[in-house]
Structure formats: structure tokens, C-alpha cells
């Protein structure tokens, strides 16, 4: 049996519940709810302690990282594959999916915070403070210290943004030559991974990303909407 703890179809989460749904394995869906902190709750913590999502437990055993979650899928459950046979695109595939983990991710990741200011600067203080104590994992709690106080400073916010800027970049010159997924004719575990921050790029850098000035993401992000794997997403968002 397969559980996966995620916040819904946004962001890492979106990584291992877009593997799970292309594959059409069947999975206990166990959405948390982000904004009731239910990621901090014992029950989630006596699975992931580091309190972080996505988690998937199968028979038992947990899996942490999602882009680790998907290659253990693909391990375990070959047949859909999403991993190209080939040992050069297989390696190229890495290199596409380390960069998001590494460089996209955290740029998004900074942006995406900062926008939660209004909500996480109007928390109880002495509440914030017992949460903050309670974050097991590093980064993320000084994240929410930061933006549970002014939020990144304009240096970190165009940093971040100027990262996004080469990301937009590699990801329209990844898809030069009409390619229709990343790695060519196949698509894979790089185009889940570009996925599941990649649609926030128009929304977040319109004037970088958008159809004049990146046709081929533009193209690339439709073709993604149109999967019947994708299409199925909201179903997985949590019930608020
Ligand atoms: N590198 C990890 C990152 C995990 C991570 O940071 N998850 C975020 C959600 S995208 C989280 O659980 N944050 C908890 C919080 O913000 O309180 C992965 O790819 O799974």
C-alpha cells in the first residue's frame, strides 16, 4: 500500500502526486493543510520528524525528497515509465531535476514566503514563537522567522529574482527546436519536476515569462495543462 503526505498540487508536493497519478497507481491521499499547521501535528511528526512534506510510505517504510520519492516509484513501479532508458538522457534528466531542487526551488521558494507576510506577520507573537520552537528543520524555520517579521529584504527578493530570470532562460532554451517535453519526444520525471514551479513563472515574472517572450515555455506549459494526469491535480488540493 501507498500513502502520500503532501500539501496538494503545488510545489514539492506536486512532484510525487503527478508521478503517482501519470503511473495510475492507486494511493491513500493524505493532503495536510499547511495554513493548521497539520504538518506539525504528532501524528505527521511521528512519520516525517523533520516535519516536512511530501513524505510516501509504502508497506510500511517512509521516502523523503520528492524528486528521491519519484525515482524510488519508478524503481518500484517501472511500468508508465517516466525514466528514459537511455543512460545519457537518464543523466541528463538528473541534471534537469537537481537544478530545480537546487537553484529553482529555493529562488521560488523565497518569493513564494515573502508573499505570505500579511498572513504570517499577523500570527500571535508568543503563538509564533512556540511554532518556531517546534520547526525541526533549519531552513524552514528561519524562513517563517523572517517572514513572520518584515519579510526578505529587497537585496534577497531581487536575488531570488534574478535567479528566476535563468531559469526562464534555461527552461526556454532547453525547449528550443519545437522539442515537445524536456529530454525530446519522451516525457519524464524533468517535466513533473519543471512543472511543479514552473507554472508560477507568468504569474510571478510576467514580463520575463510570458508568450511573446517565451513561446516555447508558453507552449510547453499547455501541453502539461493537458494531461489527464494534470487535469485530475485539484482533486488532491486540500478541502478548505
Ligand atoms: N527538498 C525537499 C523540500 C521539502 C520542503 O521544504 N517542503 C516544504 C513544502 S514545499 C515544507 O514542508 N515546508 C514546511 C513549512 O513551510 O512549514 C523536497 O524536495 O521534498
Partial sequence: MLALYHFGPVANSLTPLLCL?????AFDNRVLDSRKWEHHDPAFRAINPNGVV???VHEGRTVGESTVINEYLEDVFPEVPLRPADPWLRAEMRVLTKYVDEYFCPALTT????????FASKIDKAEMAARLANMPD???????????ETGYSDEELADARRKLG???????GILDGGRPW???EFYSLADIKWYSMAPALPR???EACNPDATPRIAAW?????ARPAVLALPDYAPKR
Fill in 166 to 172: 535563468n531559469c526562464i532562460a534555461r527552461l526556454e
Fill in 182 to 184: 524536456l529530454l525530446g
Fill in 54 to 56: 511530501p513524505v510516501l
Fill in 138 to 148: 533549519e531552513e524552514v524555520r528561519r524562513k517563517w522567522a523572517t517572514v513572520s
Fill in 204 to 206: 510571478v515574472m510576467p
Fill in 221 to 225: 506549459l499547455e501541453r502539461m495543462a
Fill in 111 to 118: 518569493i513564494g514566503a515573502h508573499g505570505a507576510t500579511p
Fill in 21 to 25: 497519478l501519470e503511473k495510475g497507481l
